[in-house]
């Protein structure tokens, strides 16, 4: 039996495991495999990302939007990191994140930055 050698530089921690940044939404997630029928290769896909309870996320801060804001912004100025923006969206239960920044006046909550 030979050693793939991909596999051997992946166990070894030589190359990263997952394709996604730490400031993803999908880092941690785990990698599935669908094998069509026939001969043909398995085709990766990501599992599915649950998102947290609302409950279950410790809130920081309250924003009320105003015009010209989008949720990059939001998280740029609350995390110094305009990739996080999910975070935000993930608090406020909302599946596209620009319906956090969609109405001026609306009240956006604003999670603890990652790590506290």
Do not use: C
Request: no cysteine.
């Amino acid at each position: 039996m030979s050693i793939d050698p991909i596999q051997a530089l992946l166990d070894a921690g030589a190359i990263p495991s997952t394709s996604f940044g730490p400031n993803s939404r999908y880092q941690g997630v785990a990698l599935g495999a669908w094998l069509p029928p026939g001969d043909g290769p398995a085709i990766a896909y990501v599992l599915r990302r649950f998102i947290p309870q609302m409950r279950d996320i410790d809130i920081e801060a309250e924003h009320i939007v105003k015009s010209g804001e989008r949720p990059d912004l939001l998280s740029a100025q609350a995390y110094g990191d305009s990739e996080l923006y999910w975070r935000i969206a993930d608090a406020n239960a909302a599946t596209d994140p620009f319906e956090l920044t969609d109405t001026i006046g609306l009240r956006v909550f604003i999670p603890a930055a990652p790590g506290q």
